[in-house]
C-alpha cells in the first residue's frame, strides 16, 4: 500500500526566506505527483504536477522536482511571502482500473510566513 | 469552465436530520470523488464514480448515501451523522481513464468544499 510522508509537519519562516517542502513515498510505480495549497477551511488547489517521466515543474516563485527511483519529491519555494501561508499538500496518482486517478496525500505542511 | 462548485458551503444539522451535499462540473469529466477532510488531516476517499457508476465505496457506512444522478452532477445524501461526522466535505472531478487509457497529465479538480457540523 502506497504511503506518503511529507517533513516537516509545520514550518514558520521569516517573510524573504527560501524554503523546501519534502514529501516521500514508498511504491515508486506512480503516473504522477501533485503538490496541492490548502487554505483554512477551503478546498485544495493544484500547484504543479510533473509526470512520471519528468525530473521537475517550475510556476514561478515554485519549483517542485521528482525522483521516482528513491521515492522523493520537493518543492521550493523562493523567496516566501505572508501570503504564501497555507498548508502544502503532496499527493501521488495511481491507476485504478475502475476509477482512473486515485490520489494518495501525505500529510501536509503547515506553513506559516512571518512578516 | 475550471470549476468544480459545491453547495452549501456550510452546513449545520441534527443527528436526526436527513440532508444533502451537492457537486456539479462542467468540465466533461467522467470521473467524480467524494472525499472527507478533518482539521489538520489530508482528505480521505470516501466514493468514486467513473462513467456515473460506483466504482469505489471505502467502507463508507451507510449513513452516507452517494448518488450520481448525470455526469455533472454528484450528490451525498446524509442521513443519521453522528457528531464525529463533522468535518470539510471535498467533492473533485477528473477525466475520466479506462482500464489502461488516460494520461499521466490529468488530474484532479477540487471544490471549495462544504463545512458539516453535526450537533
Known amino acids: 500500500k502506497q504511503e506518503v510522508t511529507q517533513i516537516p509537519a509545520a514550518l514558520s519562516v521569516p517573510e524573504g526566506e527560501n524554503l523546501v517542502l519534502n514529501c516521500s513515498f514508498t511504491?515508486?510505480?506512480?503516473?504522477?505527483l501533485q503538490w496541492f495549497r490548502q487554505d483554512p477551511g477551503k478546498g485544495l488547489t493544484s500547484l504543479l504536477l510533473?509526470?512520471?517521466?519528468?525530473r521537475e515543474q517550475t510556476s514561478g516563485r515554485l519549483n517542485a522536482s521528482l525522483d521516482k527511483s528513491s521515492g522523493r519529491s520537493t518543492l521550493y519555494i523562493a523567496a516566501s511571502q505572508p501570503g504564501d501561508s497555507a498548508t502544502y499538500l503532496c499527493a501521488v496518482v495511481h491507476m485504478n482500473n475502475n476509477a482512473g486517478n486515485m490520489l494518495t496525500f501525505g500529510g501536509g505542511t503547515r506553513l506559516m510566513v512571518k512578516p | 469552465d475550471t470549476e468544480v462548485t459545491q453547495t452549501p458551503k456550510h452546513l449545520v444539522m441534527g443527528m436526526t436530520n436527513k440532508k444533502s451535499l451537492k457537486c456539479e462540473q462542467h468540465?466533461?469529466?467522467?470521473?467524480m470523488y467524494w472525499y472527507k477532510q478533518k482539521a489538520k488531516k489530508p482528505p480521505e476517499l470516501m466514493f468514486v464514480?467513473?462513467?456515473?457508476?460506483?466504482?469505489i465505496n471505502e467502507s463508507v457506512p451507510s449513513r452516507f448515501s452517494p448518488e450520481c444522478p448525470n455526469s455533472s452532477l454528484l450528490n451525498l445524501h446524509l442521513h443519521a451523522l453522528q457528531p464525529e461526522d463533522s468535518a470539510l466535505y471535498l467533492c473533485?472531478?477528473?477525466?475520466?481513464?479506462?482500464?489502461?487509457?488516460?494520461?499521466?497529465?490529468?488530474?484532479?479538480?477540487f471544490g471549495p468544499g462544504t463545512r458539516l457540523t453535526v450537533l
Open positions: 468540465m466533461g469529466h467522467r470521473a
Open positions: 464514480y467513473s462513467y456515473e457508476k460506483l466504482s
Open positions: 511504491d515508486s510505480a506512480i503516473y504522477n
Open positions: 510533473i509526470q512520471s517521466s519528468q
Open positions: 473533485a472531478s477528473s477525466p475520466t481513464v479506462e482500464a489502461g487509457g488516460g494520461s499521466s497529465t490529468d488530474t484532479q479538480y
